[in-house]
C-alpha cells in the first residue's frame, strides 16, 4: 500500500506547533473533501476517524481504499493520527458498543486490529484507542481485567506493525484521567508503544491540576494532542473561547515539553458549520500560540 509518510510530513510552524483537524467535524463531507477543506484552511495534519464515510475498515476493497487515501494525505502533505471513536461502525442501535468491556468484545478487538493495520500503511503518528463505558451488568474488577486483556492483543499487533498507540482517557469510561492511564499502563508492564492521548477539554473538565501541568505530567509518554474547550465537570467539547481554558498557557507547555506530533481539534458536533469552524479554530490556536504564558 501507498503511505502517506512516504512524503515529508508538514513541520512545525513558526511556534514549534502543528495544528490539526479531526474528520469526526466533518461528518457531513465526504472525506476527501474534508481533507481538501483541512488542507487549504492551512492544517498541517488531520485526525482520521475510521467510520462509515470515512475509511469503513469493513467495506469492501479496503486495501485500495487505504492507498487512495494515502495518495490524497501525501498530495495535500498532511500528516494523519487514526481516531477509533466512531459512534456506530460497530452496532448500529448501541453507540460505541462493543468495547473492550463487554461480554462479546470481538467486533472491537477486530475494529482496533484494523485501526493498527491502516495506521501502519497510512505512516500514522499514533493510532488513538479509549476502554469506553463499563455496562452495569459487568462487575468493576471483570472489566478491568477485559480491558487490560482486550489492550495487550490491541498492543501486541502494534508491535508486530511497527505502530505507536495513544490511549485516551476519556471521562464517564472506565479509564477517565490521567491516574487510571498510569495504572492501566502499569498493569501492561508498560509498553513502549503504548503512550497517552491528551484531550485538553478533558483535562479542564476532571483533572485536579491546571491543565498546563497536565501536559507536563505526562510529556515522557505524550503522543497524541486532541484540543477543544471545556467547562470544569461538563463533559462537552466546546469551540475555543466558550469554555474556560486559558489556551496560551496550554499551548505553551506543549512547546516546553518538546511535543512534536499534531495538535488536532476535537469538535465532533460541529459537522453542520465544518468549514467555519474548523477556519476559526485555526485563527484561533494561531493567536492564542502566539500569546502571553501565565496559569489555568
Not at 144 to 160: E, F, I, M, P
Request: aromatic content about 6%; overall charge negative.
Amino acid at each position: 500500500m501507498t503511505a502517506a509518510a512516504d512524503s515529508a510530513a508538514p513541520g512545525p510552524g513558526a511556534d514549534g506547533l502543528r495544528f490539526g483537524y479531526g474528520t469526526n467535524g466533518f461528518a457531513n463531507h465526504r472525506l476527501d473533501d474534508a481533507l481538501a477543506v483541512i488542507a487549504d484552511l492551512g492544517y498541517a495534519g488531520v485526525a482520521l476517524t475510521l467510520d462509515h464515510d470515512h475509511l469503513d475498515p469493513f467495506a469492501p476493497g479496503l486495501s485500495r481504499r487505504v492507498d487512495a487515501v494515502g495518495r490524497r494525505l501525501a498530495a495535500l502533505g498532511l500528516a494523519v493520527v487514526i481516531e477509533t471513536g466512531a459512534r456506530y461502525l460497530l452496532d448500529p442501535w448501541h453507540k460505541h458498543a462493543p468495547t473492550l468491556l463487554h461480554d462479546e468484545p470481538a467486533r472491537r478487538v477486530e475494529f482496533l486490529r484494523h485501526a493498527v493495520a491502516i495506521g501502519a500503511d497510512l505512516g500514522a503518528e499514533a493510532v488513538s484507542f479509549w476502554a469506553g463505558v463499563r455496562p452495569d451488568s459487568v462487575p468493576p474488577a471483570v472489566a478491568w481485567d477485559r480491558l487490560v486483556a482486550g489492550c495487550a492483543t490491541v498492543v501486541a499487533a502494534a508491535d508486530v506493525a511497527g505502530v505507536t498507540l495513544g490511549f485516551e482517557p476519556e471521562p464517564g469510561m472506565l479509564v477517565e484521567d490521567i491516574a487510571g492511564w498510569r495504572r492501566l499502563s502499569a498493569a501492561l508492564g508498560t509498553p513502549a508503544r503504548l503512550g497517552i492521548t491528551l484531550d485538553i477539554g478533558h483535562c479542564r473538565c476532571l483533572e485536579p491540576q491546571p491543565v498546563p501541568d497536565c501536559v507536563r505530567a505526562v510529556a515522557a509518554h505524550l503522543v497524541n494532542v486532541q484540543i477543544d474547550d471545556m467547562r470544569r465537570g461538563v463533559h462537552e467539547h466546546l469551540e475555543f473561547g466558550a469554555g474556560e481554558i486559558d489556551f496560551p498557557p496550554v499551548l505553551a507547555a506543549l512547546r516546553e515539553v518538546g511535543y512534536r506530533g499534531l495538535v488536532a481539534v476535537e469538535l465532533p458536533r460541529h459537522s453542520h458549520a465544518a468549514p467555519a469552524v474548523a477556519a476559526r479554530s485555526l485563527d484561533f490556536l494561531r493567536a492564542a500560540a502566539g500569546g502571553s504564558t501565565g496559569s489555568n
